[in-house]
């Protein structure tokens, strides 16, 4: 499925996904993974980019950085080049490691910084790489053994996190390891995926709730104050940003069928969910005339998956016309 253009900043946090081609894994061994994070230590220090958490697993690894000079592309890109020539030779293998696009998502740092530093560092744990946090504490590939102080990791900025929870480290550590606790039994977070206030607001509640519509990026997580400070820093740059039309509609589309906006972007059997995501097509593509391909990235489509989609959203519309009215949200922007 194309993607669009990331968003590159410098100064904000980006919280980055890159998996093994297939789901292959990218660790073999603990040598492996050595390299691999001597490798991150040179280049996040090298960039000066802030490492504030981290955690590998056998097919992917999670990174929370802060790019302060250089694009994250660069830093990226030595990071995972680098990486996979010496897997390669040292596997005798060809060919790519990592699927095509990382994944990078920019957060705003208050409420999420905490947030994603917990989420990331859990992996391990919701992977089942370890029994409990006991068994975390010391869990050699994770950044949250670093912060309890069992570990070491060149460029990670632990005194960030820390001073969060203390001025005195023994004190922040143990708040720390308590705040980490507290979320064990969380699971997958889907607020903490991205998608922009629309996203992140609609687990809880809120983004459904009467709020006036507010700057959406699926790119972004974060608020809409957020959203138009990135996009004003792309503008200066040149570089194109999406409308904020489609994540109005996809509310207005999700409030009148009554479903949760959440389980709007996602594929599902129940039939009220997929008249709800074919309107939303017919209505962003054929009548806002929007991208498929952008259509596509927020609701986990192909450009011929839309289409057939908008196809069954027609047909709704002619049986309730009055259906067409949710699109004037886009349309008087």
């Given amino acids: 499925m194309p993607r669009g253009p990331r968003l590159d900043v410098a100064g904000v946090l980006h919280h980055v996904i890159a998996r093994g081609i297939e789901r292959r894994p990218i660790f073999l061994d603990d040598e492996d993974r050595l390299r691999f994070l001597a490798r991150l230590g040179d280049v996040v220090v090298g960039t000066r980019t802030d490492l504030l958490a981290w955690a590998l697993v056998p097919n992917h690894f999670h990174l929370l950085v802060r790019p302060t000079e250089g694009r994250l592309s660069t830093i990226m890109r030595r990071l995972l080049t680098g990486y996979a020539t010496t897997f390669n030779l040292r596997h005798t293998r060809a060919g790519h490691l990592f699927q095509n696009r990382y994944k990078s998502i920019v957060c705003q740092e208050e409420p999420y910084l905490l947030e994603l530093v917990r989420y990331i560092h859990l992996n ?51 708040r720390y390891r308590e705040f980490i606790r507290a979320g064990v039994g969380q699971g997958r977070r889907e607020d903490l995926v991205g998608g922009g206030l629309w996203r992140s607001l609609a687990g809880s509640g809120e983004a459904m709730g009467g709020r006036e519509t507010q700057a959406y990026d699926e790119r972004v997580l974060g608020g809409g104050e957020f959203v138009e400070r990135l996009w004003r820093e792309e503008d200066r740059e040149g570089r194109p940003r999406p409308g904020r039309a489609l994540g109005e509609l996809m509310e207005e589309v999700a409030r009148h069928f009554e479903v949760d906006p959440v389980r709007l972007q996602r594929r599902g059997k129940d039939a009220k969910l997929v008249e709800a995501r074919g309107v939303a097509c017919y209505l962003a593509a054929r009548v806002l005339g929007l991208a498929s391909s952008e259509v596509g990235r927020l609701l986990g489509l192909g450009r011929s998956g839309v289409s057939r989609a908008a196809a069954r959203g027609e047909q709704s519309v002619r049986r309730e016309p009055s259906l067409i009215d949710l699109a004037s949200v886009g349309m008087n922007q």
């Fill in 124 to 174: 391990p744990l919701r992977a089942g790489l370890v029994r409990d946090l006991e068994g975390l504490d010391v869990f050699p590939w994770s950044g949250h053994a670093v912060i309890v102080g069992n570990r070491g990791q060149e460029g990670q900025g632990v005194d960030e996190v820390l001073g969060r929870f203390g001025s005195r480290v023994r004190e922040a550590r143990r």
